[in-house]
């Protein structure tokens, strides 16, 4: 190591050449930085629902009190069901592979649903952000965001939650202070009514009627504000199914997308971006036929959204059979930020 330290410093250039050939190493280094494109001139942005996420160190104390299955659950009691804790404690390797088909998605902002917070979120996306809802439940909303982005996080859309008895919604902001400045809404709403009409008399979709009226709020003081603006999550309703009138003859919410893109504001017109799309299940022999994921975007967004870029991420049989994976899998969609200024497309 002497011998090699001797000869370097033998051949060290003068001051003057030295100092010459220092500037010219940071003249070239910052040509070629200049000419690097920026990294987010298109931004993917991405839902999966990762269906009960909870941490080992989490989940073992929580299944040693679980809740029979039925059985209610206090909205500030942090309790885990019985069939759950059964059928979804997850391995090492539940997790890497998840992790495997994150790197897949490969998606700069992930809404990500039924998580139980940053703790279990890090196990699948190691090299990101987060951003999640304050709930004391298990299944909270959040986001997961690339470290190189701006972003900051909103408060809780705790109204969407009717007092806790279901999930909240969480709202992120990119690039915040920017003309590309962008508002994500991250959902999970009512399950049991991916299909009925809100007033059939079900509990469950009297409880989603109930959340519909938040959510429009939500979308119309986005529009007012002249903001780029996204909702996306676990819908548990197939919109794009969806036909007939918001609502009946009594004003009765019966469907959720004819309500929520109704049009008041010109900018609230929303774009379903897997409209169009073949649907895909997550895994071979499921039996769904619809999506109940959806990204929703307003109409200065929707003048952005890359073509072509739709994409549903799906597993494989044998990762399925082998592995604790989720019952929903990620869709994505790129957006080209060069078209956002101001919440209005140049």
């Not at 909303?141 to 969407?160: H, P, S």
């Not at 109409?299 to 494989?316: C, D, I, M, N, Y």
């Not at 994505?332 to 101001?342: E, F, G, L, S």
């Amino acid at each position: 190591m002497l011998a090699l330290r001797a000869a370097t410093e033998t051949r060290r250039p003068s001051s003057g050449l030295h100092a010459l050939a220092l500037c010219a190493f940071a003249l070239v280094g910052a040509s070629a930085k200049a000419q690097q494109p920026d990294r987010f001139t298109t931004l993917k942005i991405a839902t999966w629902n990762l269906e009960w996420l909870i941490a080992p160190t989490t989940f073992k104390p929580l299944k040693q009190t679980c809740v029979p299955k039925g059985a209610s659950v206090p909205a500030d009691q942090r309790r885990l069901p019985c069939d759950v804790a059964q059928r979804l404690e997850r391995s090492s390797r539940d997790f890497a592979t998840l992790a495997r088909y994150a790197r897949q998605l490969d998606a700069d902002v992930i809404a990500l649903q039924e998580v139980n917070g940053a703790e279990a979120a890090r196990l699948v996306f190691p090299e990101h952000d987060f951003c999640f809802s304050s709930s004391r439940h298990l299944q909270n909303t959040g986001f997961a965001i690339r470290k190189t982005l701006r972003w900051r996080c909103a408060t809780d859309v705790a109204a969407l939650s009717l007092e806790d008895t279901v999930r909240r919604g969480a709202e992120l902001v990119l690039f915040p202070g920017e003309p590309r400045e962008l508002h994500l809404l991250n959902v999970h709403l009512k399950s049991g009514c991916s299909g009925k009409p809100l007033d059939s008399g079900e509990p469950a979709c009297a409880t989603l009627a109930r959340q519909v009226p938040v959510l429009e709020n939500w979308i119309d003081a986005q529009a007012a504000a002249f903001h780029s603006f996204a909702v996306l999550g676990d819908f548990n309703r197939q919109l794009l199914a969806e036909s007939g009138p918001a609502r009946s003859a009594s004003g009765q919410v019966q469907q959720v997308w004819p309500e929520i893109d109704d049009g008041v504001l010109g900018g609230a017109d929303l774009t379903n971006v897997a409209s169009g799309q073949p649907f895909l299940n997550c895994v071979p022999g499921q039996a769904h036929s619809a999506y109940i994921d959806h990204i929703l975007v307003g109409r200065s967004l929707a003048a952005a959204v890359v073509a072509g870029s739709f994409e549903r991420v799906t597993f494989s049989a044998a990762d399925a059979r082998h592995a604790r994976l989720s019952d929903h899998c990620p869709l994505a969609v790129r957006i080209d930020m060069r078209q956002i200024a101001n919440g209005r497309s140049y």
